[in-house]
């Protein structure tokens, strides 16, 4: 298994910075991510041309082993996982 990740700059003051949209809230998780609040953690832009990807994020995982902490969306019904 495999995750990836675009490492992204966005243009200041070209964004909206918003609480999550993808109903973890609704099944009782108060957090996403360590780092960042749930009402932080996306942040929205109607600007076209204000994102500049930079570069890629890629960790494995040993076939034989999950990682020990991962999430997925509470929308998705079949996890790969």
Request: proline share 10%; net charge positive; aromatic share 10%.
């Amino acid at each position: 298994m495999i995750q990836v990740v675009l490492q992204c700059r966005q243009k200041p003051d070209t964004f909206k910075i918003q609480g999550e949209t993808m109903r973890f809230r609704s099944t009782g998780q108060s957090d996403v991510c360590p780092h960042v609040k749930v009402d932080e953690v996306e942040w929205v832009t109607e600007h076209r041309k204000s994102l500049m990807p930079y570069g890629i994020l890629i960790r494995t995982f040993s076939p034989d082993q999950e990682p020990a902490r991962y999430f997925r969306s509470p929308n998705d019904p079949n996890p790969l996982f």
